[in-house]
């Protein structure tokens, strides 16, 4: 499986002055790897996501990760004076390993200067729920009618719908669907993993076998052989 999300996402990019930026990160996730960990994080100026594009995906590939993007624009003043009390704290608490990837830490936490973009994180693949769901966001507060919904992503196993704020309480009553209002979504994932031979199903199964969701390559045949015979009891 391979979801390439880079010509999708790049028309809603801008850089409208030097100060402007987008987050990308590398990361493994525990369904593909058995482990959660970042890889590699980029600072994404104008035009770099082209010239980034061939390493970013051999990074996905060679550690069989994940490649995320922020859609909100950050800034390099906002983004440093954060860092800046990031460090100044490490530094009163004399915490001073802990000053790697401020930076990319305070990414996360400063908001974007411009038009705010949410993801809806629909963790399905039913075209019925993401019309329903779009249409839904729709007739919400503000501006009731407008078109809210910005873009499409396709994910592994749903869809993300980036759109512009409305009324999360009254969604929240309605769908038990998580939204992100300062978070990534998918940008590329090729998927190599031994996980993705089998069904959820029998994959859960193989982890209580093998007593570790880590199964080596060499033993997976034996393990889902025995994995098959204890679901079929």
Same mark, same amino acid.
């Given at each position: 499986?391979?979801?390439?999300?880079?010509?999708? @996402?790049?028309?809603? #990019? %801008?850089?409208?002055?030097?100060d402007d930026f987008y987050h990308v990160m590398i990361m493994q996730r525990p369904k593909e790897t058995g482990v959660q960990r970042v890889i590699k994080q980029f600072? *994404?100026?104008? =035009?770099? #996501?082209?010239?980034? %594009?061939?390493r970013i995906i051999e990074y996905c590939r060679e550690y069989n990760a994940r490649a995320y993007i922020n859609p909100n %624009?950050? !800034?390099?003043?906002?983004?440093? #004076?954060?860092? *800046?009390?990031?460090?100044?704290? &490490?530094?009163?608490?004399?915490d001073y390993h802990a000053?790697?990837?401020?930076?990319?830490?305070? &990414?996360?936490?400063? =908001? !974007?200067?411009?038009?705010?973009?949410?993801?809806i994180d629909i963790d399905s693949k039913?075209?019925? #729920?993401v019309s329903e769901v779009s249409d839904y966001v729709n007739h919400l507060m503000p501006n009731p009618g407008e078109d809210k919904i @910005?873009? %499409?992503v396709d994910t592994k196993n749903g869809v993300h719908l980036l759109s512009s704020p409305f009324n999360i309480g009254e969604f929240n009553n309605?769908?038990? *669907?998580?939204?992100?209002?300062?978070?990534?979504?998918?940008?590329?994932?090729?998927?190599? !993993? *031994?996980?993705?031979? &089998?069904?959820?199903?029998l994959w859960k199964e193989m982890i209580k076998v093998y007593g570790s969701n880590e199964i080596k390559m060499k033993d997976f045949n034996t393990v889902m052989a025995q994995a098959k015979q204890n679901l079929n009891k």
């Open positions: 499986m391979v979801i390439d999300n880079f010509e999708t @996402i790049k028309p809603i #990019l %801008r850089w409208d002055t030097e600072i *994404i100026k104008e =035009g770099d #996501l082209d010239k980034l %594009r061939d %624009r950050k !800034s390099f003043q906002k983004t440093t #004076l954060k860092t *800046i009390q990031e460090l100044t704290t &490490c530094i009163i608490n004399n000053v790697q990837d401020k930076f990319f830490s305070a &990414c996360g936490q400063v =908001g !974007s200067n411009y038009k705010k973009i949410w993801v039913s075209e019925a #729920l @910005i873009l %499409r309605t769908y038990k *669907i998580d939204v992100h209002k300062n978070n990534f979504t998918l940008l590329y994932f090729e998927d190599n !993993s *031994i996980s993705s031979k &089998c069904s959820d199903e």
